[in-house]
């Protein structure tokens, strides 16, 4: 009986330890803010209901819980943590889902602070070609310990890269890092002006390590706690949490989370839904990860064209400092390019007009063409 009831405790402590949530040392590890009391996650009711298809996408574009158009929304995403479970990734990707932005810990660096479901959500996006970001719960009281965050979140994306690029092959974050600003107990009373240097300090560092960076918190922190003129800087993404039919932030931002009682094939409980605005990212950013991007992935030209609109541009970030590129096609007899990337279209027909670096790294980029059939004649 002594033994049965050892191999129970020492189960329970492995199921408590496993959905715990620890905090840095300064804390008694219990989050609290407008999402988390005392360390577990509240689930609020949905925003509205009525619509069958809230948040779903449609044939004019992606509606919200009351069937009306989101206007300019360009994409629909998850973000997701331990909290959501073991997760279905293939069946995610059959969904309206266009990306996922996963939790890959909290607070300072320490191991006892990673999300335990962090590389398994990235590897599940990885193998189901599904563009993801990444964030980090923040408990920084100063720049000090927004740094050791900073270093928390390159640790893991490191570690997990290595891990799943070692079984799966390379691959690159297309969204941001995202800073989780919202702690109401630790940072609630810090000033705007401490906020903004804890928030330039993090992100200064992620950026160093060639990452688009981005603030998240809902409306209410938005509009009375990150005021200080570095949450306005050009590179950041502004990620704003609103459970409301509608955003009604006034000033810019990237991305909106719209409800955390979502649902999505694959992912057992409610989640967070999310719209990005935007383009998918920009040719720079992806640029600097991945090496090389064209400013178009597809275009349609006539047959004997070739003029500037049928010229392709490549954005190179090249680490041996050699930007330049070689044009090829993968099949003359449809179409050509120069070694401008200017296309001349050779007869109807599909392929693909491919950038490779000059740098020795074998990295390259490609855009899809279709060549059309001009009507000369009509009887």
């Known amino acids: 009986m002594k033994k049965v009831i050892t191999v129970l405790l020492v189960l329970a402590v492995l199921v408590a330890s496993a959905f715990s949530v620890y905090a840095d040392e300064s804390s008694d590890g219990k989050i609290n803010s407008w999402r988390y009391s005392n360390g577990q ?30 206007d300019e929304a360009t994409m629909k995403g998850v973000d997701v943590s331990v909290w959501n479970g073991l997760i279905d990734w293939e069946k995610v990707a059959e969904t309206d889902v266009d990306y996922a932005i996963i939790r890959i810990g909290f607070g300072s660096d320490y191991l006892s602070q990673d999300d335990i479901y962090a590389e398994r959500n990235i590897r599940g996006c990885v193998e189901n070609g599904i563009p993801f970001g990444v964030y980090l719960y923040s408990y920084a009281e100063n720049t000090e310990m927004a740094k050791s965050e900073a ?13 799943i690029s070692a079984e799966v092959g390379e691959y690159d974050l297309n969204f941001p890092v995202f800073y989780d600003m919202e702690d109401e107990r630790v940072q609630a009373g810090l000033s705007p002006a401490r906020l903004g240097e804890m928030a330039k300090a993090y992100c200064t560092a992620i950026r160093k390590n060639g990452y688009k ?3 998240y918190a809902n409306l209410y922190w938005w509009n009375n706690h990150l005021t200080a003129p570095y949450f306005s800087t050009d590179y950041l993404c502004r990620w704003v949490a609103q459970y409301n039919s509608y955003c009604t932030y006034t000033d810019t931002y990237d991305m909106w989370q719209c409800t955390d009682s979502g649902y999505v094939y694959g992912i057992g409980s409610g989640v967070d839904l999310n719209f990005w605005y ?14 090389i991007q064209l400013d178009k992935k597809s275009l349609v030209i006539n047959r004997k064209q ?10 190179v970030f090249s680490a041996a400092g050699d930007n330049s590129v070689t044009w090829t096609s993968d099949n003359e007899k449809t179409a050509t390019v120069n070694k401008n990337g200017v296309i001349t279209a050779k007869k109807r027909g599909k ?15 490609k855009c899809s063409i279709t060549v059309n059939q001009l009507v000369t004649k009509i009887t």
């Open 351 to 365: 392929c693909n007009i491919i950038a490779t670096m000059n740098d020795g790294s074998g990295k390259t980029a």
């Open 306 to 315: 070739s003029d500037e609109k049928a010229r392709l541009t490549a954005t």
């Open 213 to 215: 960076v981005g603030i």
């Open 278 to 291: 935007n383009d998918y990212i920009t040719n720079e950013d992806y640029a600097r990860n991945t090496g």
């Open 151 to 163: 270093e928390h979140t390159i640790r893991v994306l490191k570690t997990v890269h290595d891990n």
């Open 41 to 70: 996650l509240r689930k609020t009711a949905p925003s509205a209901s009525g619509a069958s298809n809230a948040w779903e996408w449609t044939d004019e574009g992606f509606v919200n819980d009351r069937n009306e158009l989101i």
